[in-house]
């Protein structure tokens, strides 16, 4: 579901990010794609279109995680929520590792999961850039 998005807000939230995904924190100047203004709560469960509730976000994460707002990790049967880059820190919630993004539980492991951070093209990309020294 998508909802208007004023240019001044779209710019704001852009500029908050350091115009990185709050997600997964890949830099947007490295895509070939602009990113998204993602709803952290989606419109489908009443999140709301304001900045509190928009975060910025590259294609891939925006794309995975949809409408979605958790998951269910293995032996849980609780739903997790994702990880919201309004209210959480993302150092208590992820690490990199050799641009591998590990999770902490649980937030960080229920993201990880969904999103897909690790896909091998990912984390190519990843290697690539810390290796020029680019993130
Ligand atoms: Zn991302």
């Not at 998204?36 to 419109?43: A, G, Q, Y």
């Not at 994460?61 to 707002?69: A, Q, S, V, Y």
């Amino acid at each position: 579901m998508s909802e208007y998005i004023p240019k001044k807000d779209r710019e704001f939230v852009a500029k908050r990010a350091n115009y990185c995904c709050e997600y997964c924190q890949m830099p947007q100047r490295f895509s070939l794609f602009a990113f998204h203004v993602d709803h952290i709560t989606s419109l489908k469960h009443g999140g709301k279109t304001e900045l509190s509730n928009l975060a910025f976000a590259c294609g891939f994460c925006n794309g995975n995680k949809g409408t979605d707002l958790g998951t269910f990790l293995l032996n849980e049967l609780a739903i997790i929520r994702f990880f919201n880059p309004r209210v959480d820190n993302w150092n208590l919630h992820f690490e990199i590792v050799d641009a591998v993004i590990y999770g902490k539980p649980q937030i960080g492991e229920a993201t990880i999961k969904i999103f897909q951070f690790n896909e091998i093209e990912r984390v190519l990309e990843r290697k690539l850039l810390a290796g020029g020294g680019y993130i």
